[in-house]
């Protein structure tokens, strides 16, 4: 009996800590409004290898979710009532576990300059509606099901639509600056 104490006490101690682990929250406010970006958060589920990204900014709103199990990202643009998808770029987003130390040390760091400058992605939006969204894992399926979703490029170099300002950003932080370009119906 006595030895069977220690494998108890270490399962229940797993069974507590586990969620503590699986799961990371920050807010990030940008006092006064300043740059438009108005208050983010970012949420971690470790568990189901997934990021999501909140921007509170009234009508320029929008909710992304990062599935580096489906290596798709999705973003909801509130005024636009659509979502985009698209591939991650492994090279530029940042990993997981990565993501969670860029903003800890953002949030720690303030608003002041410092540290390197965004890494920035362009993508255009393809103007035909995707159909399935089951392809693009559970958590972007739920939060697309319902509106209008375009699935997304992403550009190479200098655009004539980022030239012309027909773009939306979806900026995390100052982490990493990422344009949707193209009309969305």
């Given amino acids: 009996m006595m030895k069977t104490c220690p494998i108890v006490f270490a399962g229940l101690l797993g069974v507590f800590l586990t969620p503590a682990f699986a799961n990371y929250n920050i807010n990030i406010n940008d006092d ?10 970012v949420s971690v589920n470790n568990e189901h290898n997934v990021a999501n990204v909140d921007n509170d900014n009234g009508w320029n709103s929008w909710n992304s979710i990062w599935d580096y199990n489906s290596n798709f990202a999705a973003t909801r643009i509130f005024h636009k009532k659509a979502c985009v998808v698209h591939r991650i770029n492994k090279d530029v987003v940042p990993s997981l576990q990565a993501l969670e130390a860029l903003v800890k040390e953002k949030k720690l760091q303030g608003k002041g300059p410092g540290g390197p400058p965004p890494k920035s992605l362009i993508y255009s939006i393809n103007p035909h509606k995707v159909s399935d969204l089951d392809q693009f894992g559970q958590s ?29 950003n979806a900026n995390i932080f100052s982490i990493l600056k990422i344009s949707f370009c193209g009309e969305i119906a």
């Fill in 32 to 41: 006064g409004n300043s740059n438009g970006s108005g208050q983010q958060s």
């Fill in 140 to 168: 972007i399926s739920g939060m697309c099901r319902g509106v209008p979703t375009y699935m997304a490029e992403e550009m190479e170099g200098p655009s004539l639509f980022f030239d012309l300002g027909v773009c939306f």
